[in-house]
């Protein structure tokens, strides 16, 4: 939607009826639109009639302003062709902005462009996608659609640009996303030319829009050039908040030295440590650190290679889904040799060597040459169980990705990258992560799945040590400012968000000092999900029963006392339904306070006092429970071991919380009772040495990258 600066008739001021008259004038020469789906046209119109239509008079014509057609799709597409198709014209609808409206006379542009990412929008309109990429003679219609698998979206910000007068304005709300990555490269040359991005307020990963997830900023752009871009963050959405005299929320286009790199959209402080950084230490990507940061194994049929190890030489896979209901598991006997060890992002978890019982059938020779697909006879030969279990799905195995499998091969993996990568010393990174998650495979004994998890080739005697700057909350609070933000507080952490992490220099003494810590906090964050696990199988084997929600919740009321405060003329049924309703009220209400107070980073502690076991979330206490002198040891050690295990992830995270607090063993046999305890005890006293490990990694990491106390407190807060 636009506007143009087409003053109405001031002598209309003397006449009446004045607000027709000014609407008219308004509809006719000041608001312009264009949209190709005619249907959203005639919408546009109706609501246009149904806020100005004023009775007994005629309503305003729109037909010459609020025009059907293709926004970024002109004559020029045709080239020399001649298209006589009626339905392919009208799929197309090219629309002709100079000569229908008056390119680069508008003061205002504003709309909400569509989110389109290319290859979705090549699958459905193949044709305009290659003109918009390379147009009709070889040259791209749009500078922002050269560089990467661009989004709609980019064209639609520069066509708005070239709308827009001198002094013109335009505010869109897009995809936050185009300053940082590949595919925005384009545009962001073309902006930083003419210096059009003036302000930008960013939602990070709140949700604007309940229909859609996607992560977006208001963005201010300008038509003459202005000297920086003033910058806000709203992560809660709300931005009554905003402040554009903040100096530190100033981006100059002057310290924007290389326009087609990424452009770090974040305050001035933030923005002068990642520079230091970067002049004072080496990228994680440099191969003083690593010699590749790679993504897992891409099968293109995970169902069919990715079995669930039930015993030695036997697996269990699940087929596929028949009329949308689930199968059972199907329990095969393969052979070990080909069963690899398959690491999800469920697995990858930080300091924690993973445990995984998904195996990835991997039909390939590894040695110092590389990865090799062992031949059919090999096959038949040595793995005879294997060579007939894919047999069984060689129809299926082919006609991947539209039959290119095709051929001899066909039992082969659907990408062939980093296949020799997988049985070498890497570091695991969780593709989708609330914070930096980092595991060691010191012995390389881990395949890695697909981009859910990223295999991180480093050197044995630097791998402990990279281990704990990597899982540090500096490092942590640095790529969460650089990384693509996802929904519920989580962000991506491929390749091209970790590279750049800064790895400081230190000597031989302050490495080794460094490494220890970090390879002593593996070996105890692995010890913890041992304990977990051996606690749990010691309360699976007694009875368990289910606390009252109003034990634990103040808010929640009994039945009973709720039925009590009911209105006495109601009939049994109704009273039932009464009480039924406000004690769900109250379950509600409840729950949704656990979630507000649950985070990513959320602290959970479980207190004992004179027979209240009370659970603080960030040292809030959110659930109580007064126990018996008789059980208050035993329900006390439950909660401790659940609250250390329990991870919020921004789904249901209340409801889960008060799950796992209210089922209890509340007795059991001596011998049982005092291993539940002894374990519970040793899981606090583990959880303590955790904390001081914790506190020395950020002290020591602190300390090699030479941080301010400025720093040191900016970090401390953007974590907190």
Known sequence: MATADKAYDLKLIARRPLESD???QLLARNLYGVDINPASVEITKLSLWLHTAEAKEPLSSLDGTIRCGNSLVDKRFYGKRRLDDAEERDRINTFEWVGEFAVGSFDAVIGNPPYVKLQNFTKVHPDMAAWLVAGSSGEAPYRSTTTGNFDLYLPFIEKGLTLLNDEGRMGYIAPNLWPTLEYGEGLRRLVHEGRHLEKWIDFRSHQVFEEATVYTAIQIFSKAPVEAIRLAFAGDGDISRVDWSDADNVLPYAEIAQPGEPWLIAPAPVRGLIERLARETTPLGDAKNTSAIFQGIITSADHIFHLRKVGRGKYAYRPKAQGGKKQAEVVVELEDALMKPLV??????????????????????????????????EMAAQFPRAWKYLGQFRDELEKREGGKFRDAEWYRMGRNQNLDKQERVKLLVAQLVARLNVSFDFRGAFYVNNVRVNGIL?????????????????SDYLFKWRGKPKDNGYFEANKQFIDWLPIPKADRTARASYAALAKGMQERFSLRVQLRADLAERLGSASRRNIPLEDLLPEVRAVAAIAEAAPQSLPPAELKKWTDERRQEDEEAALARLDAMLGPESVIAVTLERGKLALAIDEVEAVRLFVAPEQEDLIAAQWRAFALAFAPTGKNDGKRLIDGLRKVVVEAPPALRDQILAIGAELVTLGAVIADDERQLHELTATLFELTPEEEAMVLRGRA
């Open 458 to 474: 480093v050197s044995p005697d630097a791998g402990w040590f990279i281990l704990g700057i990597l899982n540090s909350p500096i």
């Open 22 to 24: 000014i609407t008219r």
């Open 344 to 377: 999800s992002g469920r697995e990858a978890k930080r300091f924690i060597e993973p445990a995984t019982d998904i195996y990835l059938l991997f039909p390939y020779k590894v040695d110092a040459a590389g990865a090799r697909l062992f031949t059919p006879e």
